[in-house]
């Protein structure tokens, strides 16, 4: 009783029809989903019906508009994504007992991290890493995480604390953040400035998503920045930030690596410095933790801790 004979048992599915069922149930759409995986629509939808006729049951409800997941096709999504993340690790595994520094290596790198950092970065990987095909993905911090927990990604170079579970930080180094105005503000030159300074200056920030507005949001709160004190937000990114303050529409914080490269180019503008403790950030790689790479992450981190000691910059000893 309970048993099923052996010749009604379903047939083993092939990886391919996994693949393509796994995409499916994310972007429940089939152009999607065969785009997502480099997979033509036809394939695609071949491969999730013989996957369906494999295991004996009906996966996917399908209308002229849309595609549902059945009940079964529920179910078994999530068995199909743990099977695909198994396979995933194994083939890491592999890699990282094959010869570390070797292969591919994808880096999700933050926007106002990536031009400042990243020649850095590059030489390090060039000089003392030949070896490694190193692949630089620039995104916002939601997109990097979600690359970096289903597998997209390999390591992250970004701000933290990110408070997101199942990712382990690698502590880099703190920098300074600067105030940056048009020429001739009373602030300019100046080394001393206050925090509450910030109270009530017109101040630019980058749009929703950044992560860097959001530190400046909060640098400014614990200034005692109230609520109603103007904030224009009209800028996608740090360059043309800066340009709208020589322009005299306000001042912005910066960070201190991206001073040089983004004041130099227009000398319509001036900065000036906060007394210390001055607001900072910090910046680390992060990780998927418990990856088979964590002790070449551990040892690339320590490299790059030397290589960034040359920047205006306070490197976090290592561990």
Avoid: W
């Avoid at 994310?26 to 491969?47: C, K, N, T, V, Y």
């Avoid at 992250?156 to 180094?173: D, K, W």
């Avoid at 933790?289 to 290589?307: I, K, S, V």
């Amino acid at each position: 009783m309970g048993y099923v004979n052996q010749p009604n048992r379903p047939k083993q599915p092939s990886l391919s029809q996994l693949r393509a069922f796994a995409a499916v149930a994310e972007h429940l759409h089939f152009r999607d989903a065969a785009a997502a995986i480099g997979m033509s629509q036809p394939a695609l939808s071949g491969a999730v019906s013989a996957l369906e006729v494999a295991l004996g049951v009906q996966l996917l409800e399908r209308t002229t508009r849309k595609v549902l997941l059945s009940p079964a096709g529920e179910r078994l999504a999530v068995r199909a994504g743990a099977v695909l993340e198994a396979l995933a690790e194994l083939m890491e595994e592999a890699e990282a007992v094959r010869a570390p520094f070797t292969g591919v290596l994808r880096l999700g790198v933050i926007p106002t991290v990536a031009p400042y950092l990243l020649p850095t970065v590059l030489t390090l990987v060039h000089d003392r890493y030949p070896e490694l095909d190193l692949q630089v993905h620039e995104e916002q911090t939601s997109s990097l995480l979600e690359g970096l927990g289903a597998g997209r990604l390999d390591l992250l170079l970004l701000a933290v604390p990110l408070g997101v579970s199942g990712v382990t930080e690698l502590p880099l180094f703190d920098e300074d953040f600067v105030l940056v105005m048009e020429r001739g503000n009373r602030l300019g030159g100046r080394g001393d400035i206050p925090r509450d300074a910030l109270q009530d200056l017109p101040l630019l920030l980058l749009d929703e998503g950044h992560c860097l507005r959001d530190q400046a949001l909060d640098i400014c709160r614990e200034a005692g920045r109230t609520e109603g004190a103007p904030v224009t937000t009209t800028a996608a990114g740090l360059s043309t930030l800066v340009q709208l303050v020589a322009g005299g529409l306000g001042v912005t914080l910066l960070p201190r690596t991206a001073v040089k490269i983004e004041t130099a180019r227009n000398d319509a503008l001036d900065t000036g410095y906060f007394t210390e403790p001055a607001p900072s950030r910090r910046i680390a790689l992060a990780v998927r933790t418990g990856t088979a790479r964590h002790a070449e992450f551990e040892e690339f981190a320590a490299a790059l801790r030397e290589a960034l000691s040359a920047l205006p910059v306070r490197v976090v000893a290592e561990g």
